[in-house]
């Protein structure tokens, strides 16, 4: 069991700058690999990024390509998102996720959820 515990959400007016953290609650955070979800209102939970548990592989969505980028510091038993030039269109709850295996895009394969942290973009 892994307790996650997302912050760093808020609001942004378009092209500017967020990053979100994610900060786990285990010694046993590196065995993870973390991933990074959002959710709209009224839509699916759609994929984002996710890292590797030595960070040294990353995979992410095309719609934010880059603009944000997954990190982590397993010293520190945390996870990343810097967003970079947002848009309208990546208002969301986000949400970071940990899984036991790495390259998954799904959110049906991970097991342990934070909460969320609201990101606002206004136009």
């Known amino acids: 069991q892994v307790q996650l515990v997302e912050s760093g959400g808020g609001l942004v007016q378009a092209g500017g700058s967020l990053r979100l953290s994610c900060a786990a609650s285990?010694?046993?955070?590196?065995?993870?690999?973390m991933g990074w979800f959002r959710q709209a209102p009224g839509k699916e939970r759609d994929f984002v990024a996710t890292?590797?548990?030595?960070?040294?592989?990353?995979v992410y969505a095309d719609s934010v390509k880059g603009r944000f980028t997954i990190s982590r510091d397993n010293t520190k038993n945390t996870v990343y998102l810097q967003m970079n030039s947002l848009k309208p269109e990546d208002t969301a709850v986000y949400y970071c996720?940990?899984?036991?295996?790495?390259?998954?895009?799904?959110?049906?394969?991970?097991?342990?959820w934070g909460q969320g942290t609201q990101v606002t973009v206004s136009s």
């Open positions: 996720a940990a899984s036991m295996t790495y390259g998954n895009t799904r959110h049906a394969s991970y097991a342990w």
């Open positions: 285990r010694r046993t955070f590196s065995y993870y690999a």
């Open positions: 890292i590797s548990t030595s960070g040294t592989s990353t």
